[in-house]
């Protein structure tokens, strides 16, 4: 039986990565990307604690926009690809940095795809992680079995699956759920995204979306997995994307930093 040298590589790398969490979502559009930079910039809040944020949503990267890096460039170094800083104690790779311009889409097949997932998880010089957290693109793809494929002897402790309140969405979720239990990838937990609107002025709560099933909560008690709390639809969450800025610190006491902090508390 031959071994794959660059499974050995991997192991290496991740040698010295405490904690990795993979952020799953059925699908496109439901806030996992968000999910994924405020969960790093959280954890990264603890000046003591190292954290890396790797983005490997290949075909449609929003990691360097949302943290605010867009047009790095990633260099080289005697260690590896260099991961872009945001803070001192938060670094972030991702395809966006390896693209010519903005908008040039990734349009690459298969093996493309894992061969480049396996160079992140090789290549890049991290250094020593208390976390690594990692985006992935929507569904259940060649990239996330990839990824379960390389990690498989270096612990992932979980995923967190992200979702909004629809049937629609909760559908893929399951299937995602399944995904996880088929390739014994341990579930941290299901977050429900714009989880209702609090109105600025009253501070009442609008139900925007009623799924009919009951929502996140219910499908995680019917699937057995723990379901991690809710954020709500929030402009300003958006905004702080568009404009690369850390929602938690520039919204310390708002009620969607609060339910924020309540999910954060259970990863
Ligand atoms: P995904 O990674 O699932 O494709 P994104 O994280 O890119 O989704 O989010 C899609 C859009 O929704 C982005 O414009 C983002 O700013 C916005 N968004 C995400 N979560 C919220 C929220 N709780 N409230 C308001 N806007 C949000």
Not at 108 to 134: A, E, H, M, T
Not at 232 to 261: H, M, V
Request: hydrophobic share 35%; proline share 5%.
């Amino acid at each position: 039986k031959t071994v794959d040298p660059d499974l050995q590589k991997i192991q290496d790398r991740m040698s010295t990565v405490k904690h990795k969490i993979l952020v799953l979502s059925g699908k496109g559009g439901v806030g996992k990307s968000t999910f994924s930079s405020q969960l790093s910039y959280a954890l990264s809040m603890n000046s003591e604690k190292q954290v890396g944020l790797l983005d490997i949503d290949i075909c449609g990267p929003s990691i360097p926009k949302i943290m605010g890096l867009e047009g790095e460039q990633i260099h080289m170094s005697g260690e590896g690809w260099d991961p872009v800083f945001v803070q001192d104690n938060l670094a972030v790779m991702s395809v966006g940095f390896l693209l010519e311009t903005e908008e040039e889409a990734v349009i690459w097949r298969g093996p493309k795809k894992n061969g480049l997932i396996k160079q992140f998880l090789k290549d890049v010089s991290w250094g020593d992680l208390d976390y690594l957290v990692v985006d992935t693109p929507p569904g259940t793809s060649d990239e996330h079995l990839s990824i379960v494929q390389y990690l498989k002897n270096s612990n992932i402790d979980g995923a967190v699956i992200v979702t909004s309140p629809q049937d629609i969405s909760l559908i893929d979720v399951r299937k995602e759920i399944n995904f996880c239990k088929k390739v014994n990838l341990p579930i941290i937990g299901v977050v429900e995204n714009f989880s209702g609107f609090i109105c600025p002025k009253c501070t009442k709560e609008s139900k925007i979306f009623i799924p009919t099933s009951g929502g996140a909560e219910q499908m995680s008690k019917e699937m057995n997995v723990d379901f991690l709390g809710r954020i709500p639809i929030d402009p300003l969450i958006a905004r702080s994307c568009d404009e690369g800025k850390n929602y938690l610190t520039a919204f310390p006491n708002s009620e969607s930093t609060k339910q924020y902090n309540i999910i954060f508390q259970k990863i």
